[in-house]
């Protein structure tokens, strides 16, 4: 993930954290991306994506750090950029920045 595509999950991320705890609920997850792309990328990526990332729980409720958004996004971009890629225009990335992001996921093509 290039520094361009850091700024933009960071910026996403703040965007969902209404209340500026540094902490989303999954309603939150839910409601961005019901607004993006319409189903929730995470749960199409993993079922119980919760495990697999950081998270904190208050009152019987499981919140993602910006940390844990980060890393699910790092692994779903190496897996399949595409998907990151489609996130990242349904949110608005502005063209310089989606085509920094494009240069990144190219050179992951050239991993495999």
Do not use: R
């Amino acid at each position: 993930m290039s520094s361009s595509g850091n700024e933009l999950l960071e910026i996403i991320y703040s965007t969902i954290d209404k209340d500026k705890d540094n902490l989303i609920s999954e309603e939150d997850i839910d409601m961005i991306f019901a607004s993006t792309a319409g189903e929730n990328l995470f749960k199409s990526f993993h079922a119980n994506f919760w495990q697999i990332c950081e998270t904190i729980e208050q009152d019987d409720t499981k919140y993602m750090t910006l940390k844990g958004w980060k890393s699910l996004w790092n692994l779903i971009g190496y897996l399949n950029p595409y998907t990151f890629l489609k996130f990242c225009f349904l949110s608005g990335c502005q063209e310089e920045n989606l085509s920094n992001l494009l240069s990144v996921c190219k050179f992951c093509f050239f991993i495999f």
